[in-house]
């Protein structure tokens, strides 16, 4: 079974600051890892995927993330934060058979001016 | 990508009664999904729609609650049954496509309960 540790559920940072949200996975086969932002009142959009290949894989708005397989891991980064930046984001996982995608808990990115 | 479009975008429901929320989809799709976003709780996935077959529910969730109808390629509807006020939930409906079959999601149906 595979499961999803977002290991911060609210990270208040100052705007232009740089911030990561942490992810770590627990898969028996390889996986597929994705990064998800919700903004308030809003469905689901697509930050960032990793499949296969570069493990440090670039996204929209600015979002970076790497996939460490030692530490199974894929935090999500951002140099500079904007207000903008503000909203819950999401890390999933999914197997490479399957369709369904295992989410984590959540992490509220918060950037005060 | 996919376009999801999901109605209703919101309802207020009472108690007892029961609620279908349509999921309209502008490319065919072999798998969609139904997923529950409690207040403050991240998503859970209720079941798999595949067409031409029974849904896949997942553990904690039964067919006479959520009955699931996925008649072609494009389009699903779930229908919350006899609601509570535990019901109260953003139901999201997602598909998986595109080249590198990667998950979309509707913007959601916010339902409440009273």
């Known amino acids: 079974a595979q499961s999803v540790t977002q290991l911060d559920s609210q990270v208040p940072v100052f705007e232009e600051a740089p911030v990561e949200l942490r992810c770590n996975y627990s898969?028996?086969?390889?996986?597929?890892l994705f990064w998800y932002v919700q903004y308030p009142n809003q469905g689901l959009q697509l930050l960032l995927k990793?499949?296969?290949?570069?493990?440090l894989v670039k996204g929209i708005n600015g979002f970076e993330a790497e996939f460490n397989k030692s530490q199974t891991s894929f935090h999500l980064r951002k140099p500079s934060v904007h207000i903008s930046d503000t909203a819950e984001y999401f890390c999933?996982?999914?197997?490479?058979?399957?369709?369904?995608?295992?989410f984590g808990q959540g992490t509220e990115l918060s950037v005060k001016p | 990508s996919a376009v999801i479009s999901q109605k209703p975008s919101r309802d207020i429901c009472q108690r007892g009664t029961s609620l279908t929320i349509q999921c309209q989809v502008d490319?065919?799709?072999?798998?969609m999904f139904w997923y529950r976003q409690q207040p403050g709780q991240s998503l859970t996935l209720i079941a798999t729609?595949?067409?031409?077959?029974?849904?896949?529910?997942e553990s904690g969730f039964v067919i006479d609650k959520f009955p699931i109808s996925r008649p072609n390629l494009t389009f699903s509807t779930l229908t919350v049954s006899n609601m509570s006020p535990e019901d109260s939930s953003i139901y999201l409906c997602?598909?998986?496509?595109?080249?590198?079959?990667?998950?979309?999601f509707g913007p959601g149906t916010r339902l409440t309960v009273l």
């Open positions: 997602s598909v998986r496509g595109g080249a590198d079959n990667e998950q979309f």
């Open positions: 898969s028996s086969v390889s996986v597929y």
């Open positions: 990793y499949l296969s290949g570069s493990t």
């Open positions: 999933a996982v999914s197997d490479n058979q399957g369709g369904k995608l295992i």
């Open positions: 490319s065919q799709v072999t798998m």
């Open positions: 729609a595949n067409q031409g077959s029974e849904a896949t529910y």
